[in-house]
């Protein structure tokens, strides 16, 4: 809960749903087991696993006004209006998101150690706060350094000769700064070992000698390629034998690789190894061919030797010389099984999107925000606290407008400040739960909690007036002018200061605590319990008298049904058939959560 | 429109903070270097041992020719109805470029909240921000609009948050967005009026005229 004391969640309501049609008996039978009554009766407890998930605050709620209902994160479906990189804020077209995996292409680097954005610096030491963006200075090799963590490329052995296209140069740098060689040069690589292999086959076959059947193999791999490497290697040679295959007619090979052939099998090892954007197979009937064989063709082994080497390099470098798990699963995915930290790769800065939502019922456009990058507004906003009131708790006693200030300026150091954090068991506490009416209509509100809450510590808690007017949502100057009519029902002034618990004012069963324009408040009076203490009869140390609380057993929430009862007039909504001027009675009702506080146990 | 607070302090009212002609609102225990290149949009409060480093502003560069800037430039500038917390701690960034070592000017837009002893030395917090307590923002780095920044977090250098961000963490990271509803009031047009609101209402992310009008 990183949410501060007080708050108030609402339920969103589409969980119900799943709860009736599929077996969530699971939460039912453990945490209300004696409630057998109709899933709608049922009192929603914030304790529940699966209330975790249907709790939110208002602001992340959306309102469907077609279905009538509060829409949450579960029950929308989302659309991305375009894709961006959080670190440069360009937009980033759909095509280059497909073929780029979701990164960013420009210079945005995140560090592999601590995941903080890198910063280009120029390896002249003269210069060495320069940031990326003075171009003008242009110096040297550059490298990319972290700035929280001083990870930087030079400690994988990366150096950059210009400052722009990291990416770029990037991918043809491995760790340690040897060139990755391009396409056309390992093709030329790949022909010259071919060559040589097949002199060696031929020495071979006129004078047999004893040495392995992988004969370029062992002499090849002292570094294993890696995968994107293997995959063009492979890519190469099912190529190469294709059109070898379609000029000679398979004639000069041995029978069982005679079909391989047809580029439809091609396509079908191209999907096979999974070339994002390659066609799908075609149905063809698998023909059997040559397989790969020796490292020229994107073959090789793993070896003992190769192990064995591993495990001497943990037990050297030690834990520290290793990556952890979290920062694997940052790497990109060729790097994913990057053991060591000198094989980790800087992390291109993964793209964000801007989405546009739907109800998943009736798909009727609830948020759709402008598609420029840039732009922070909405073409569409359907906030449910537009629809549904503000509910809020806080402690009667002293209202501290300013929580951060309550503590530093002389004035307010006077005044006791109320610590949520530490609500004092079998002490009867007072709460201000107040409703904010968003509409343009008065509200009958009807409040309803359990009395005693649910969980390991059972607290007492009395809504005083349960039943209520809300006013409402009208212009502020209707207000102003009608002051002097009382609308008010307390004095403000008195219960703001906060003198002391009831300064002058009584707690009172069944009324108002205060009133506004379009909010009300009443009073929720707490009684936080005690700790459990198990059977009497049970002997033994005191720790094994008291049951053990778990995290967060100790906080105080309590949940509410509000039930809300307004008057629209009917040809706002049906301007059809209904006749004009005439009120028709609308019903809404929510659970929400109050956090209140935690209990000193 | 800069408004001095030393210059057009009320010296007569003896409150804990002076009340500048646009309505900024400066603790008197707040400690204020080069007043001059600060400037504050108005109904912005400043409270008790804030530091603000006005005094570390890009050096008035001359030109061969005798152009450049005449007069110090801004180097903290503040927006409307924004409020920094006791104990913060505004600087300038700064960097070494081509040889010299210079300041560059802070840009902080309207409606942000800094909370207590957070450290700030970043280039550029835009609207509707909210920096809660203790965090510290590195040089050069930038928040945009509707960002909600946690306690405790510590923003590295030269990082941009994108709008809509929910922020955590050492070093931060972008932990998830803020909802449409950030920052907004149900029936908030308009709502000026007396009485209008419970006394010192608002949200994180909104306007903060209510809160800066409750901080006496």
Not at chain 1, 440 to 458: C, E, H, Q
Not at chain 1, 467 to 478: R, S
């Amino acid at each position: 809960m990183a949410q501060p004391f007080p708050y108030t969640y609402y339920a969103c309501s589409c969980t119900d749903d799943t709860t009736t049609s599929s077996k969530g008996a699971f939460t039912r039978a453990r945490f209300s087991a004696n409630e057998n009554d109709d899933e709608e009766d049922q009192t929603f407890d914030p304790r529940s696993p699966r209330a975790n998930y249907s709790l939110f605050p208002l602001e992340n709620l959306l309102y469907c006004a077609e279905c009538q209902t509060v829409r949450c994160s579960r029950c929308v479906t989302e659309e991305i209006a375009c894709w961006f990189c959080p670190s440069c804020l360009f937009e980033v077209p759909s095509s280059m998101v497909r073929s780029e995996g979701n990164r960013c292409t420009r210079n945005c680097y995140n560090c592999p150690i601590c995941t903080s954005p890198m910063t280009v610096n120029p390896l002249d030491t003269q210069d060495r706060l320069v940031v990326p963006d003075a171009a003008s200075v242009p110096g040297g090799p550059f490298y990319l350094s972290c700035p929280y963590c001083a990870w930087s490329s030079l400690d994988i052995g990366i150096k950059f000769e210009r400052a722009s296209n990291i990416t770029g140069q990037l991918a043809r740098i491995k760790n340690g700064g040897k060139v990755v060689p391009t396409l056309k040069e390992r093709e030329r690589e790949r022909d010259r070992k071919r060559e040589k292999d097949d002199k060696r086959h031929f020495e071979e076959s006129t004078q047999p000698s004893s040495s392995s059947p992988l004969g370029s193999i062992d002499e090849d791999t002292q570094e294993a390629p890696n995968s994107e490497e293997t995959f063009s290697d492979l890519t190469a040679f099912y190529k190469n034998q294709i059109s070898i295959s379609n000029n000679t007619n398979g004639s000069m090979f041995n029978p069982h690789d005679i079909n391989f052939g047809s580029p439809s099998s091609i396509t079908r090892l191209m999907s096979l190894y999974g070339r994002p954007g390659a066609k799908p197979a075609k149905k063809d009937k698998p023909q059997s061919m040559r397989e790969a064989y020796g490292s020229t063709e994107g073959f090789f082994e793993v070896s003992n030797s190769s192990e064995d080497e591993l495990i001497e390099r943990i037990r050297t470098l030690g834990w520290s010389g290793t990556t952890s798990i979290e920062q694997r699963s940052n790497q990109p995915p060729h790097n994913s099984s990057a053991r060591f930290l000198d094989d980790i790769r800087p992390i291109p800065t993964l793209l964000r999107t801007k989405q546009s939502k739907r109800c998943r019922s009736c798909r009727n456009i609830l948020v759709r925000p402008d598609n420029k990058v840039s732009s922070t507004r909405y073409k569409i906003k359907l906030l449910a606290l537009n629809y549904i009131p503000r509910v809020t708790i806080r402690a009667l006693a002293p209202p501290p407008p300013v929580p951060s200030t309550s503590t530093l300026s002389n004035a307010t150091a006077l005044r006791p400040t109320f610590d949520y954090d530490h609500l004092q068991p079998s002490k009867p506490t007072h709460f201000l739960l107040t409703l904010r009416n968003p509409l343009f209509d008065p509200l009958k509100v009807t409040l309803a909690t359990p009395s005693y809450t649910s969980g390991r510590i059972n607290h007492k808690v009395t809504i005083m007036c349960p039943q209520f007017d809300v006013g409402a949502n009208t212009d502020v100057w209707d207000e102003a002018l009608n002051a002097g009519t009382g609308s008010k029902l307390r004095n403000p002034t008195s219960s703001m200061s906060g003198s002391s618990d009831n300064g002058g004012m009584q707690v009172e069963a069944g009324k108002i605590w205060e009133k506004g324009r379009n909010w009300t408040s009443v009073i929720v009076e707490v009684i936080p319990g005690r700790k459990p203490i198990s059977l009497p009869g049970s002997f033994g140390s005191p720790a094994y008298q008291e049951e053990e609380l778990d995290e967060d057993d100790d906080v105080l929430e309590i949940p509410v049904f509000v039930r809300l009862e307004y008057e629209v007039e009917a040809d706002k909504e049906e301007k059809v058939g209904g006749s004009m001027g005439q009120k028709t009675k609308k019903e809404d009702a929510f659970w929400c959560v109050l956090g209140v506080g935690r209990v000193v146990v | 429109m800069a408004s001095r607070p030393s210059a057009t302090s009320r010296r007569q009212v003896k409150g804990e903070y002076i009340e500048t002609d646009s309505g900024n609102k400066v603790s008197r225990k707040a400690s204020i270097a080069g007043t001059a290149n600060i400037t504050l949009g108005g109904k912005t409060v400043i409270q008790s041992d804030v530091i603000l480093r006005g005094d570390l502003h890009r050096l008035p560069s001359t030109k061969p020719d005798g152009t450049g800037i005449p007069h110090a430039p801004t180097a903290i500038s503040i927006g409307r109805c924004t409020v920094i917390s006791s104990g913060c701690v505004l600087r300038p960034p700064s960097r070494l470029s081509r040889g010299t070592y210079s300041f560059y000017p802070m840009k902080i837009g309207d409606n942000v909240f800094i909370g207590h002893h957070s450290i700030v030395q970043a280039a550029s917090i835009s609207s509707h921000v909210y920096i809660a307590e203790h965090c510290v923002l590195q040089p050069f780095c930038i928040v945009k609009e509707n960002v909600k920044i946690l306690s405790h977090t510590v923003v590295p250098a030269n990082m941009v948050i994108p709008s809509n961000s929910l922020v955590a963490g050492r070093p931060a990271r972008v932990i998830g967005e803020v909802g449409e509803g950030w920052g907004c009031t149900p029936g908030a047009p308009g709502e000026g009026g007396r009485g209008a609101t419970v006394a010192g209402e608002w949200v994180e992310g909104g306007e903060l005229r209510e809160l800066v009008r409750s901080i006496k």
